[in-house]
């Protein structure tokens, strides 16, 4: 199984996020990602670090920053890394561990076509942001590897307030 995940919570709009901020408040979407990525190591930029960092430690969960900031800039990091390389050689030389791209939009374009399942949330709301992730979705979506994977939807998991679509690499026969 490949140890390279991405987990995104998007409204009707594709918007993800607003000044810094997620623009919907629903508990249940946010227990959703906290049990999804339980155990794993979250991957984020140095902008989603600092919007969670309120929150954090995060229980049963690491952290490693991509950004060109110091490491005492980010005081519950295990790793900050200054470049895609650096991150993709800690990921698979950890094969043991899962990892979560989980923001924001500069980490999402430039590891989403390296992640081997996409957890999409799709929230019930419309609002408008300044933080939008469509153009990377479908840039991505019919992202071809050159062993002839491809992208599907393996499950989907329908809630009052949003949508889970879970979205893995398979081979086609």
């Known amino acids: 199984m490949h140890n390279l995940n991405m987990i995104v919570a998007m409204n009707k709009k594709y918007v993800i996020g607003d000044k810094g901020k997620i623009p919907w408040h629903i508990p249940e979407e946010l227990k959703h990602f906290k049990e999804t990525t339980r155990y794993g190591v979250l991957i984020m930029g140095s ?100 062993d002839n994977k491809r992208l599907i939807v393996s499950s989907e998991t329908k809630h009052e307030k949003f949508t889970v679509y879970d979205i893995i690499e398979s081979y086609e026969h």
């Open 47 to 146: 902008k989603t670090y600092k919007s969670v960092e309120k929150f954090l430690p995060f229980e049963d969960r690491d952290i490693i920053v991509l950004s060109s900031g110091e490491k005492t800039e980010f005081p519950h990091a295990m790793e900050v890394f200054k470049d895609i390389k650096s991150v993709l050689d800690h990921v698979y030389s950890n094969p043991e561990s899962t990892f979560w791209v989980s923001g924001g939009l500069g980490v999402y374009d430039a590891l989403i076509p390296y992640c081997g399942r996409w957890v999409m949330s799709k929230v019930d709301d419309d609002s408008d942001g300044d933080t939008n992730i469509k153009s990377i979705l479908e840039k991505n979506l019919e992202f071809e590897h050159k």
